[in-house]
């Protein structure tokens, strides 16, 4: 029972770093089966699909970020890992915004990108502005990180 | 490989589709076909435009097109079944002329049409042998009683129009089944834009009830028995009544003529689909590539035709059916 501080904690990381993965897959995933329809047809435009395929990748990444500095900061990549049942629930609260923010950003900038492929096929001189909408839909996922990182430092700052 | 991981939204596919439509002739291009002098001069600019291949001669260009549309659709939709409801019509077709050339006990060549659902060898084995079990089985019934009537009477016409009813109801059978909204209303407004056809035609002809009754098919868009009495009444009550339905922007070109009319639900179905085209994800973007296609086709062969018979610029503009983009 003593650990079950460093269990929940250890929970937010794990969340964290699924769900926007998952949702990274995804969004990946289906940008990739439009990118190919239009790569086998036109294999020129394999650079600007592919840079729109990627798009919803990095929602993967700030949730790898995350797990990465809870795990710091609770101490399982080294050093003191005594963690409260209180410290440990308020970090997997803060790994939340992360988890749920990055898994439904990467799914809808997935789909995003899947039209935005659709307008490189018809007009690849366009390109710029295609790019320009499934970028919009990161806002989310980057202000999601930045509550996470905030409530993040914020928690191991309470010294509780 | 389980369900799951076939790419049910089409997006490969759909992808692949809006290559596709940049290939499709445009309004401008219609506008230089029907300003060319001469078919040569069409064929010309059709060859240019990379339609028909290496083909030069019309029915050898629109025969081209056709199997290449299906080629490609049949690469990219796994399941071909959910397109039948384009197809069909070419069945029941197919079977009109099995039952004729069965009962006239003739051989005749190049009246099947390929671009059907089922094969036209075994609709045909299957009439001449009345082995109607082995058709497909929507259309086993109406075979073997067509068929049969035919061979008791003659009667060309009634077999015509109760197989063309039973291709309606069958179209809008295959597209409730595929449960794609887009499939849906192609097929109402098909079969509504036919059964109002036919009431026309009809009420020209001076049929009567009972031969309305027999000619319609059911249609979501339209009351059958209203249809039935306004048509029998005058062309005043049949547009008074078309007024009420979705077909009421139609009321103005069936005053026309029925040619207009037909040309003006060609118009309203691809004009309905024309939403597809933003659309990246399910069947609905190729479904309307098909379609647009079939009516590019149809533009182009009605074009061709036109020209052959020295028709004016004006007058084969009036037949050019709506451009998808």
Redesign the interface.
């Known amino acids: 029972m003593e650990n079950m501080g460093l269990l929940f904690a250890l929970c937010g990381a794990a969340l964290s770093a699924a769900m926007a993965g998952i949702g990274s897959a995804i969004g990946v995933g289906i940008a990739g089966r439009a990118a190919s329809g239009v790569v086998t047809e036109d294999p020129n435009q394999f650079s600007k699909v592919l840079v729109l395929q990627l798009l919803p990748g990095t929602q993967g990444i700030y949730g790898l970020l995350i797990a990465f500095i809870t795990l710091t900061q609770i101490g399982i990549m080294g050093g003191d890992s005594n963690v409260s049942l209180q410290e440990g629930l308020l970090y997997l609260v803060s790994c939340l915004p992360m988890a749920f923010g990055g898994l439904f950003s990467a799914v809808a900038q997935g789909k995003c990108s899947v039209s935005a492929i659709g307008l490189v096929a018809k007009k690849p001189d366009q390109f710029g502005k295609a790019m320009i909408f499934p970028a919009m839909v990161e806002t989310y996922a980057i202000l999601s990180l930045l509550i996470s990182i905030l409530s993040i430092f914020g928690v191991s700052g309470l010294g509780l | 490989m389980s369900m799951s991981y076939i ?1 049910k ?1 089409y ?6 589709i ?2 596709a ?2 290939r499709l002739l445009d309004g401008s291009v219609f506008d230089r076909l029907i300003e060319a002098k001469d078919v040569a001069e069409c064929i010309t600019i059709l060859a240019e435009k990379g339609f028909g291949g290496e083909y030069r001669d019309p029915e050898g260009m629109l025969g081209y097109e056709k199997s290449r549309l299906w080629e490609l659709i049949a690469e990219l939709v796994p399941d071909m079944s959910v397109f039948d409801v384009f197809r069909l019509q070419n069945d029941y077709s197919n079977l009109k002329a099995a039952i004729k050339e069965s009962a006239l006990d003739l051989d005749i060549p190049g009246i099947y049409s390929q671009e059907a659902v089922a094969d036209p060898m075994l609709i045909k084995q299957a009439v001449r042998e009345r082995r109607y079990k082995e058709l497909p089985l929507e259309m086993a019934d109406i075979a073997e009683l067509c068929h049969e009537l035919f061979l008791r009477t003659g009667d060309g016409q009634l077999c015509d129009i109760m197989i063309d009813r039973a291709a309606m109801e069958a179209i809008l059978r295959a597209a409730e089944a595929s449960k794609e909204p887009v499939l849906i209303e192609y097929s109402r407004l098909t079969v509504g834009a036919s059964d109002i056809k036919i009431a026309v035609r009809a009420m020209l002809t001076g049929k009567d009830d009972e031969f309305l009754r027999r000619a319609l098919a059911p249609c979501p868009l339209l009351d059958t028995e209203l249809l039935i009495r306004a048509a029998l009444s005058g062309m005043d009550e049949l547009c008074a009544y078309l007024m009420n339905t979705d077909f009421k922007d139609a009321v103005t070109e069936l005053r026309k003529s029925l040619a207009a009319f037909e040309k003006y639900c060609d118009d309203l179905i691809i004009e309905r689909l024309g939403t597809q085209k ?1 659309n ?2 399910g069947l609905g973007p190729i479904a309307a590539y098909i379609l647009a296609r079939e009516t590019e086709i149809r533009s182009v062969r009605i074009l061709l035709t036109a020209k052959q018979n020295g028709f004016s610029a004006e007058s084969i503009r009036e037949r050019m059916r709506r451009t998808y983009v």
């Open positions: 790419d939204n997006i490969y596919a759909v992808s692949r809006r290559y439509e940049l933003w990246s994800f």
